[in-house]
Structures are given as structure tokens and as C-alpha cells.
């Protein structure tokens, strides 16, 4: 069927039904797809509710969209939710805010901002204060104080609110505020005690890290009375305080319904008996229970009789928490992890030579389903393997590096373990492999194998010199070409690729690139050569000459760069350089 066909099938949905599928579209790839169609799509993509996530977008679509929406300024009403971002795309933020200013946003209910720098929040500040139905707010990855968020929320609407810490979480008292949802990076105890007196509708809590910084909270002071009554799901990704601190502080929350927690070399938190107890007594309502433990110690494990714990009739049929271990012994020394199924991490690393200790009785496929990101050692692939990961979405295989082999005996990757991978991971969902960190691979059929059994691949990282080798085999420059949009070889350089010009012809495709380039001619090349490049990320020694030179060329190109260099000032000294280039289309 041809795309005009499905066009105009498209085109005789009645807009009721249209309406309904451009809510799971972006905004700027509305806009590019059916803008230019007829009159008929042209009023109707300016009359719903639009969401807006530039994150990955490229400059041109960005640039396109902010066009078509200043011509328009009554669409800056339809837009509900935004999403500005200056990971990979350094400068989004700023060029955004350049040409709009948050209070324009009337209706504007959700704000995602990755990587905000602190020059921003003033207008930030602003957009809080000017926009009455924001009631949604995120921060990623943003090292900006709290307190310049904080000092606006109580006299702003907001119900979700996503930040770095809670260090500044104000003391004054009878200051409220009405978030009922929380994310927060990394926090102290206390903070959470005193959150609960700031925000006494909150509903879900999730924390980053909960370090113990050996901080003595008294029982007599006055915020360990703080409740958390409405307090529904909690979430500890890193747990690092002792049991007792924990008992403490859940009578506070004694309508919890969700409990997740992770804790790393806590060796004391592994104790059934004593969460059974806990449970009983503290958290009545208690319906969702997951963990993960993990710990290290010099000697003999003791984690089969504390797995053991977890198999009474509490928690294996009043409440069906099961539970499954792996264990790692090297040089006297003991890994262990404990989990309950399925596994409630989204990475996880397979070693070579760790034991799984699981029911046989209860259905083990979907124990790994949470999984997205998953390093494997090569080695795995000759052995048996009791493992099944089935979402996976990014994959590293590596090899177990050995000085004493000869390198005849290292060929790590063989078409015969394509099997044995295809047993342990599920390659349709697969979008990024990571083969940087093989020792060796047999062939290019291994590698083109991959690729026909991962459809939705579209993403690889891997060496240069062992890309440039692959240029031979036609059938696998002809995947790469249709599949590949973001590629990652940062070692060697690419420089010293004798073909760059067919590289660029292998890879026209390319949206995104990381490479090492020292030639300010090959950087020049990559981007007149590359239409489709959009993000373009340098790493390598190169010259003062080469930062002036680039900075002349760059005031002709339609680019927003970051630059940055170690270096004097001399104009032929080595420098290290990371440049991270935003690409738009020419203009004339």
C-alpha cells in the first residue's frame, strides 16, 4: 500500500477519530506531516490540544514549528504540555526562550525541562507565578538551587513537581503546599520528615538516594510527628540508612499502600522476620511489596538462609511475594542479590559465573520483563545460561578482558552464539547495541545477523576500526544505511578513516553522531555531506587554530554549538575538546 493510499484512508476518518490519534503524536511532527496536506488538516491541527516535546527533535523541526506557531500566536493556547531540553541538543532552552516567553502559555499544564541552567530562572520563576493551570513540573538533570523553585510553590497550583533535592524545603510555618506527587534525586531523612509538614496531601513519593550522612534525628523533635496520611506509593531507589531509622519513619505513613526499596551493602535490611513484623504492625494496607538487596562481604554466605525467610506461608501465599537470589564467589569474596519477582530493576549487568537460585515451581519468563538496559559478557554465550530478558531496549556485550590470551583465542563473538543470544535476549525490542567493548568478532554476517533479527534497531555503538572493515560486505552497508540513525564511535578517530566520503554515503541516514575528529576539513565534510545529521558530538585533542577556525565557520551554518576546551591560549598548544553541535538546515 502506498503512503498516498494511506493517506487517504487517513484523510476519510471523521476529526472525532482524528482528533483521538493526534493526542499520541508530538506537536512538531503534526506539523511537518500534515500541515502542508489541505485546508481540511491545516484548521484542524490549529484547533486541538497540542503536546510538545522537543527532546531529540531536530533543529530544523524546531525552527519549523516556532515559525508556523509565531505566524499563529493563538496556538500558543493549544499547547497543554512542553518539553525543552539541552541534553544532546545544547541551546534549546535558550533559543526557546528567546522567541517566547513562558506567561504566553495560558493553558500550558505541564513543563519538562532537562538540563535548565540557572540564567533561566527567572523567567522559570515567572512561568510559575504568571500560569495559573500549570500544575505539573519537572526538572531533570538540572543543577539549579532548589530554592529558587521552592520560594514560588506555595502560591502556585502545582500538583506534580520533579527536583534535584530537598535542602530548601522551607521551615516557615502554616507554609503549605498542594503537591500531591514527588520525585525527588537525593535527600536526607529529615528532609522527608519535614516534606511531610510542607505537603500534607502528597500522594506519591519517589526518592533517588537516601544516603545515610549519619545524621541523629531525636525523637522529641517536632517534625517526627509530621503524617503523611494521604501518602499512597513510596519509592527508594538507593536505601543506604540502618532498619531502625526505616521502622521509625514508616509510622508515618501508615496508609501506605506501595513500598518499593533498593538498598546496596545493607547487609541488616535482609531480614524477612523482621519485615514481616514491620508489616503487621506499621503498614496494614500494605497490597504492593517489591525489593531488591544487594551486599558484598569476605566469607561464607549466609544468603541461603536468608532467602529461606522469604519462603513462610506470609509471604508466599497471604500476600504471593515471591522471591529469587544470585550469587557470585571470588577470591573469599561474596556477591549477593536478593529480589522479589518480578525483578523491579530496569538495569542489569550478566556476569560470567554467577549462580541464579530460583523456584522451579512458579512461572520464571517474565521474572527480567522490567529490564531495558542489560551489559552481557560474551562469554555467557558459550555456556548455559538460566537467564530470559524479554524487553530489553539497549544491549552492551563485552568481552571479560584476559592479558593471557593469546589473541587467536579471543574471537569472542562467533555466528554459532547468535543463537545462544537470541535464547537469552529478545531482539525485537532491541534500539541501541553497544559492541565498543568486544575484544574481536568473527565476521560481518555476525553483526548483520543482529541486525535482521532486531527490527526496531536504530542505534549502535562500536569501533571505528572495526566498522571500516565491514564496508566491504554490500548487504550490511545496505542495513546499516536503512537502519542506523544514531551512531556512537568516540575511539579512535574518525579521522583516520581512509573513506569518510563513503562513510557519509554508508551513513545518510545518520540523525545523530559521535565521533572523535582532530581535521577541522572532516568535521566541514560530515556537515555539508550529512543532510539528516542533526546532533553531532566531537571528542579529541585538537588546536587553538581549530577552535578559531571551527568558530569562523560556524557563524555561516545554521548551528547552536557548545565548545569547550582545556588548554592555554596558545594557538598551535593540544587541547582536549568536547564540542556538541545542534544542526539546522542551511540557509541561504
Known amino acids: 500500500m502506498s503512503e498516498m493510499q494511506v493517506m487517504m484512508k487517513f484523510e476519510f476518518l471523521p476529526n472525532e477519530i482524528q482528533m483521538e490519534c493526534y493526542k499520541y503524536l508530538n506537536a512538531p511532527d503534526i506539523f511537518d506531516s500534515f500541515d502542508q496536506l489541505n485546508y481540511r488538516f491545516y484548521k484542524l491541527i490549529r484547533n486541538i490540544p497540542l503536546h510538545v516535546d522537543f527532546q531529540y527533535v531536530s533543529k530544523s523541526s524546531f525552527d519549523n514549528f516556532c515559525r508556523k506557531i509565531i505566524l499563529n500566536p493563538e496556538n500558543l493556547k493549544q499547547i497543554y504540555s512542553l518539553h525543552l531540553s539541552n541534553k544532546e541538543m545544547y541551546g534549546q532552552i535558550e533559543a526557546f526562550l528567546s522567541i517566547f516567553t513562558f506567561n504566553e502559555f495560558s493553558n500550558l499544564q505541564s513543563l519538562i525541562l532537562t538540563q535548565v541552567k540557572e540564567i533561566n530562572m527567572n523567567k522559570l520563576k515567572s512561568m510559575l507565578i504568571l500560569i495559573p493551570k500549570l500544575y505539573s513540573l519537572r526538572l531533570i538533570d538540572c543543577n539549579i538551587p532548589n530554592s529558587e523553585i521552592m520560594a514560588v510553590l506555595t502560591i502556585s497550583k502545582l500538583r506534580i513537581l520533579s527536583i534535584r533535592s530537598l535542602y530548601f524545603v522551607p521551615l516557615a510555618k502554616n507554609e503549605t503546599s498542594v503537591i500531591t506527587n514527588l520525585t525527588v534525586f537525593g535527600c536526607l531523612l529529615s528532609d522527608l520528615y519535614r516534606l511531610f509538614q510542607y505537603a500534607p496531601l502528597l500522594k506519591y513519593l519517589n526518592v533517588g538516594r537516601l544516603p545515610d550522612c549519619h545524621e541523629v534525628i531525636g525523637r522529641g523533635e517536632d517534625f517526627i510527628n509530621n503524617y503523611a496520611f494521604h501518602l499512597r506509593q513510596l519509592i527508594i531507589d538507593e536505601y543506604g540508612y540502618e532498619f531502625e531509622d526505616f521502622e521509625i519513619f514508616v509510622k508515618q505513613i501508615p496508609n501506605l499502600k506501595s513500598l518499593i526499596i533498593s538498598a546496596y551493602d545493607n547487609i541488616d535490611i535482609i531480614d524477612a522476620s523482621r519485615w514481616e513484623h514491620l508489616i503487621k504492625s506499621s503498614l496494614p494496607h500494605l497490597h504492593i ?178 566498522l571500516l572493515s565491514l564496508f566491504s560486505d554490500n548487504e550490511l552497508c545496505k542495513y546499516l544505511n536503512k537502519m542506523i540513525k544514531k551512531l556512537d564511535m568516540l575511539i579512535p578517530s574518525l579521522d583516520k578513516f581512509s573513506k569518510i566520503e563513503q562513510f557519509c554515503k554508508i551513513f545518510s541516514n545518520i540523525e545523530q553522531l559521535k565521533c572523535n575528529i582532530t581535521q577541522l576539513d572532516d568535521l566541514l565534510f560530515l556537515l555539508n555531506n550529512l543532510s539528516k545529521l542533526s546532533i553531532l558530538k566531537v571528542s579529541d585533542t585538537s588546536t587553538n587554530k581549530f577552535i578559531y577556525k571551527f568558530k569562523d565557520e560556524a557563524s555561516k551554518l545554521n548551528i547552536v554549538y557548545y565548545l569547550r576546551s582545556y588548554n592555554d591560549n596558545s594557538y598551535d598548544k593540544i587541547c582536549n575538546l568536547d564540542l556538541s553541535i545542534w544542526i539546522g538546515k542551511k540557509t541561504n
Not at 573469599?332 to 549462580?355: H, M, S, V, W
Not at 589473541?407 to 559492541?435: C, E, G, Q
Open 289 to 466: 511489596f517489591k525489593f531488591k538487596f544487594y551486599y558484598s562481604q569476605y566469607g561464607k554466605s549466609i544468603i541461603a538462609d536468608q532467602f529461606n525467610q522469604f519462603q513462610s506461608d506470609f509471604w508466599l501465599k497471604q500476600h504471593h511475594w515471591y522471591t529469587e537470589y544470585s550469587l557470585k564467589e571470588s577470591l573469599g569474596r561474596t556477591t549477593a542479590l536478593i529480589y522479589t519477582l518480578p525483578c523491579i530493576a530496569d538495569r542489569f549487568e550478566l556476569k560470567l559465573d554467577i549462580n541464579r537460585y530460583y523456584n522451579k515451581l512458579i512461572n520464571n519468563f517474565d521474572v527480567f520483563h522490567n529490564i531495558k538496559y542489560l551489559s552481557l559478557d560474551s562469554e555467557i554465550l558459550s555456556k548455559e545460561c538460566h537467564y530470559y530478558f524479554s524487553n530489553v531496549t539497549s544491549l552492551i556485550l563485552k568481552c571479560k578482558s584476559n592479558l593471557f590470551k593469546r589473541d587467536s583465542d579471543r574471537i569472542l563473538l562467533k555466528a554459532k552464539h547468535i543463537k545462544s543470544l537470541k535464547m537469552i535476549v529478545n531482539l525485537y525490542n532491541l534500539k541501541h547495541l553497544d559492541i565498543s567493548f568486544l575484544c574481536k568478532i568473527e565476521s560481518s554476517t555476525i553483526l548483520l545477523e543482529i541486525l535482521k533479527q532486531s527490527p526496531n534497531l536504530s542505534s549502535i555503538s562500536v569501533d571505528p576500526n572495526y
